[in-house]
């Protein structure tokens, strides 16, 4: 298993803030998708990033894969109460994915 | 329509009984994983199959057992539910190692 930090590992903020969440690692992936959790569901996937500082955008939500492949982040605009959940990293080793620790964010309305 | 299907969706279980859970996926995927999540924190790998070849991961406890009889089913049995297996399991497919993951709701198990 690589070793994958997330940070933060909790955030709260209030509503229409903006937020950036990190998922940093030592190793370089050949890819690298970004999950949401709602409370009571199982995961679901946002997005997957593939190019060394590749950028996609879901509605407030932008994702960037770093230049050499070991980071990403998630950035949400104008944060919504609906955006409350666990968001998770989730890094192509090679031959499977791995989740980080998870950022838990709480919007306050 | 779900494509991924967990059986019960709560479980309460006897320290030390053996208790099954129960997963079923309508994708016709690969594979199959079982995951422990506990409060707040990131789902933990148990396991996967790719078909019928079960792959443990290294720090998961022989109490874990899993099942695949088929390519729409796969079952984790906990042979001696202690208190700190109480989690919410969660079942995923994907249709390869390397493809997006489908999640179930998960089966939340309490050990009393």
């Known amino acids: 298993t690589q070793l994958l930090e997330q940070s933060p590992q909790f955030l709260s903020i209030q509503e229409g803030e903006n937020l950036t969440v990190y998922c940093n690692s030592s190793?370089?992936?050949?890819?690298l998708q970004w999950y949401r959790q709602e409370p009571g569901e199982g995961p679901v996937l946002l997005v997957t990033?593939?190019?060394?500082?590749e950028v996609k955008k879901l509605k407030r939500l932008t994702f960037q894969f770093g230049d050499a492949r070991k980071d990403s982040s998630l950035h949400i605009t104008a944060a919504q109460p609906g955006d409350t959940g666990l968001y998770l990293c989730?890094?192509?080793?090679?031959?499977?994915?791995?989740f980080g620790t998870g950022t838990s964010l709480t919007v306050i309305p | 329509d779900a494509m991924v299907i967990q059986n019960p969706r709560y479980q309460v279980t006897q320290f030390g009984k053996p208790v099954t859970l129960s997963c079923s996926q309508t994708?016709?995927?690969?594979?199959m994983y079982w995951y422990q999540q506990k409060s707040s924190q990131a789902p933990k790998l148990l396991f996967h199959?790719?078909?019928?070849?079960?792959?443990n991961e290294a720090d998961t406890p022989d109490n874990f057992q899993s099942r695949r009889p088929n390519t729409s089913f796969c079952f984790l049995d906990i042979r001696s539910p202690g208190l700190g297996d109480a989690a919410m399991y969660l079942c995923?497919?994907?249709?390869?190692?390397?493809?997006?993951?489908?999640f179930g709701p998960g089966t939340r198990l309490t050990v009393t």
């Open positions: 190793s370089v992936f050949s890819s």
């Open positions: 199959y790719y078909d019928k070849d079960f792959n």
């Open positions: 995923a497919t994907s249709r390869d190692m390397t493809y997006e993951q489908y």
């Open positions: 994708l016709n995927h690969n594979v």
């Open positions: 990033v593939v190019t060394g500082g």
């Open positions: 989730a890094p192509n080793t090679g031959n499977q994915f791995y």
